[in-house]
């Protein structure tokens, strides 16, 4: 068992100064790459909510939820054991229909997770749709998955909300303008997906839930239903996360740790569930402005030099994590 890890835990309730949660930020951010959220404004009805619609999702037939398999393009949907390999070791792996007959060799090797990803849907008409990661959510019906439109609704709404706080937070930590600095650019119209995650107890327990990986955008909010499992690599070996009660577990994607010149960390983590018991989170990605250029704060302004997109880096893990969109489609 990893040795427990105390991240700083920031209380986002009204009376704290803006400046003073940047500074705290800009710690985390140096240190580990990875904080704690406390009053942070998302009901734990709703997140409470969450969990119990993620639980009643991964008990239906198999063959209902592949029929919900993740659309390549949109990324939102099903995700079946094993079609995405984040520590890379299925990385030619999909998920499709023609996976129902693999489900039970996948609990031997690879991610030992089942998702459902949801997020900000862009309407018909919008520049971004169609794009890659922009679109319409894929959700079960109504006599299946009671409430689950409300909900869906519901959260992006006030997730997205936080994620924008959080962004001014981000502002000042690095002594910008919350309003014209960086993040309101990164910010606008970015790519917001969230996911119901459950982790089967596995046997050895040894088994990663997720495998050993960085996230690929800006910031990721988790919510945990108070099981431990997640680990964080720090000072050379693997350290265990405790979640608070009620709070968001936060770290620092690639995109924010490149804009910054890696002076914030985007730090490798894991999933591994030791309890013998069913794992359940609801953890959120902003991803952030396709368009955004991710060209590192204090860049000569005369530079030449090229640097990749937002859209870019999640493209390319994207494929490298579930594989190529021709073989995502089978």
């Not at 792996?93 to 693999?102: D, S, T």
């Not at 239903?225 to 265990?240: I, Q």
């Not at 018991?277 to 530079?303: A, H, M, Q």
Request: aromatic share 8%.
């Amino acid at each position: 068992m990893a040795d427990a890890l105390e991240l700083p835990v920031l209380d986002l309730s009204g009376v704290h100064d803006e400046f003073e949660l940047g500074r705290q930020f800009a710690l985390a951010g140096e240190q580990t790459g990875f904080l704690q959220i406390v009053n942070h404004g998302v009901s734990s009805e709703l997140i409470d909510r969450g969990f119990a619609l993620a639980e009643k999702f991964f008990q239906l037939p198999l063959e209902e939820k592949v029929a919900l398999r993740r659309d390549p393009v949109t990324s939102r949907g099903y995700l079946l054991i094993g079609s995405q390999a984040l520590e890379g070791s299925l990385g030619t792996e999909h998920e499709g229909a023609h996976l129902v007959n693999k489900a039970a060799a996948a609990l031997k090797t690879g991610d030992q997770k089942e998702g459902f990803t949801m997020g900000v849907e862009t309407p018909k008409g919008h520049k971004n749709y169609g794009r890659h990661a922009h679109g319409d959510n894929r959700l079960p019906s109504e006599d299946r998955l009671p409430g689950i439109k409300a909900f869906a609704d519901e959260y992006t709404a006030e997730i997205l909300k936080l994620q924008h706080r959080m962004m001014r937070i981000v502002a000042r930590s690095l002594d910008q303008d919350p309003e014209t600095g960086f993040t309101a650019e990164a910010a606008r119209d970015a790519i917001l997906l969230y996911r119901f995650l459950h982790y089967p107890a596995t046997q050895p327990a040894d088994v990663p839930g997720i495998g050993a990986h960085t996230d690929f955008g800006f910031t990721t909010l988790l919510a945990t239903s108070g099981e431990p499992g997640l680990e964080v690599y720090y000072k050379g070996g693997w350290h265990a996360v405790e979640p608070v009660k009620g709070a968001y577990i936060v770290n620092i994607g690639d995109c924010l740790s490149r804009v910054t010149g890696g002076r914030f960390k985007s730090s490798l983590h894991r999933v591994m569930n030791h309890s013998n018991r069913p794992r359940y989170s609801l953890p959120c990605f902003l991803e952030g402005n396709p368009d955004f250029v991710l060209r590192p704060l204090g860049t000569d302004p005369s530079s030449t030099e090229k640097f990749e997109t937002v859209m870019d880096v999640l493209h390319g893990r994207h494929v490298e994590t579930y594989g190529p969109p021709e073989a995502q489609q089978k």
